[in-house]
């Protein structure tokens, strides 16, 4: 029975934790003219556990509260991170500067696609996800940013087309995007790192890259079992192409630009676990669905707004 409920309950969850974070966004930065009206509101939604609660399932609302819960942590640092990063590039003028315009409609649309993750595909949807990162890679262009960093995330955003559609043809299109996409950052990270070395300086990157090392091959005998024969050189080399991102941002002498990559790594590996790992019952897909979009958007925010 309570994992019967967990399905259902994982959307309306989502779209409250959603909405929370954007409105702290918009706090942080001035948009909403009316902080403490805004503020009231945030604090007007329900909890998760309000949700389960009004379906009149306890259960599944103390699991609904300790699944967020877990997520929360995590994403509130990094929402943190994005608001910084947010206040910086909105300076000077605010919104009232191209770029800033750009950046609010790019987060309006990863928003907009937030309360659209467990969705049935439709245009709309796939939209919303397309323009949140063909919009960071506008932002870029219109900053002067370097050339390899534009066309990383407009491979990105056509990757966010295909894989907003099912079905395996549409998958391997969009890992293709995205594969090629790593390739621009690799050689980004690469021209902008201070060489291999760098990564033995400090002990926080050591230990970054000692766990991709180590994870990567674990989840490629975890996946290639699980996936079609025409699936697997495919998954195979998309891993060791985004292993290989993360040991060139390891080089960089940029946290921010760091995090964004580690927590894009992240979103990765959580959404192969979900398409691939665990089984169509599972009541997990909800939480994972929706942490997958907060990463790798945070990711691709923090790399278009820290460089």
């Known amino acids: 029975m309570i994992r019967a409920n967990c399905s259902c309950l994982a959307c309306g969850i989502g779209t409250t934790s959603t909405l929370h974070s954007a409105l702290r966004i918009a706090i942080a930065t001035n948009l909403l003219s009316d902080a403490p009206c805004a503020a009231g ?119 966010d087309a295909f894989l907003a559609w099912p079905g395996e043809e549409n998958f391997l299109r969009g890992l293709a995007s995205f594969l090629v996409a790593h390739l621009f950052y690799i050689a980004l990270f690469a021209r902008l790192g201070g060489g291999l070395e760098q990564i033995w300086a400090e002990s926080w990157r050591q230990g970054l890259a000692t766990s991709m090392l180590a994870l990567a091959p674990i989840m490629s005998f975890i996946l290639m079992p699980r996936v079609s024969a025409r699936l697997r050189l495919p998954i195979m080399a998309y891993s060791a192409t985004i292993l290989a991102m993360v040991f060139c941002v390891l080089t960089v002498d940029n946290r921010q630009v760091v995090a964004g990559a580690v927590l894009f790594a992240l979103s990765d590996t959580i959404l192969s676990t979900d398409e691939f790992v665990l089984p169509k019952e599972s009541c997990h897909h909800g939480w994972m669905q929706y942490s997958v979009w907060m990463l790798y958007y945070s990711g691709q925010f923090l790399i278009a707004a820290g460089l």
Not at 66 to 74: C, F, M, P, T
Not at 76 to 90: F, K
């Open 41 to 159: 509101l945030a604090n007007s939604l329900p909890r998760p556990r309000d949700i389960a609660r009004r379906h009149g399932q306890k259960p599944a609302a103390d699991w609904a509260e300790k699944q967020w819960s877990k997520v929360g942590r995590q994403t509130l640092v990094d929402l943190r991170c994005v608001q910084g990063q947010l206040r910086h590039a909105m300076e000077p003028g605010r919104v009232g500067t191209p770029q800033g315009a750009i950046l609010v409609a790019s987060i309006g649309s990863a928003v907009a696609y937030g309360l659209l993750v467990r969705a049935a595909p439709s245009r709309r949807r796939m939209a919303s996800k397309t323009a949140s990162t063909a919009l960071l890679s506008l932002y870029a262009a219109l900053r002067g940013e370097d050339w390899l960093l534009v066309p990383a995330l407009a491979l990105g955003s056509v990757g």
